[in-house]
């Protein structure tokens, strides 16, 4: 059974920098496309950064620079570390996985969520 589980989502100031974990169980994360999306209050949900199988990542215009994605194969963790925080960064964000060596829009497992607020 596969299964997400973020964490490392809070409140912090802008500027500051939160780092969001996504255990993954029930696969190996390296095999598949991992993503992170977001839905900010009252907006769809986007995606903010992939990494592929071979380890190629991709990122939302509006967080390059400021977020990375990475993965720890040995604990089968997923990372996001987002630094420079703005107050639109402001979201439920979700870790989601899918078996397809690209990176579907829509992928087959999602994790609970990690709300993030960043005041200003």
Do not use: H
């Not at 950064?49 to 604990?75: E, H, M, P």
């Amino acid at each position: 059974q596969v299964q997400l589980v973020e964490s490392g989502g809070g409140s912090v100031q802008a500027g500051g920098s939160l780092r969001l974990s996504c255990l993954a169980s029930g696969y190996r994360s390296s095999t598949y496309c991992m993503t992170w999306f977001r839905q900010p209050p009252g907006k769809e949900r986007e995606g903010v950064a992939s990494l592929t199988s071979d380890g190629r990542s991709s990122y939302l215009d509006s967080v390059k620079g400021r977020f990375t994605i990475s993965q720890d194969n040995a604990k089968n963790t997923l990372y996001l570390q987002m630094n420079s925080l703005k107050p639109e960064d402001t979201a439920m964000y979700y870790c989601a996985a899918d078996p397809r060596t690209w990176c579907p829009l829509s992928p087959l497992y999602w994790g609970q969520g990690t709300e993030v607020t960043v005041s200003s």
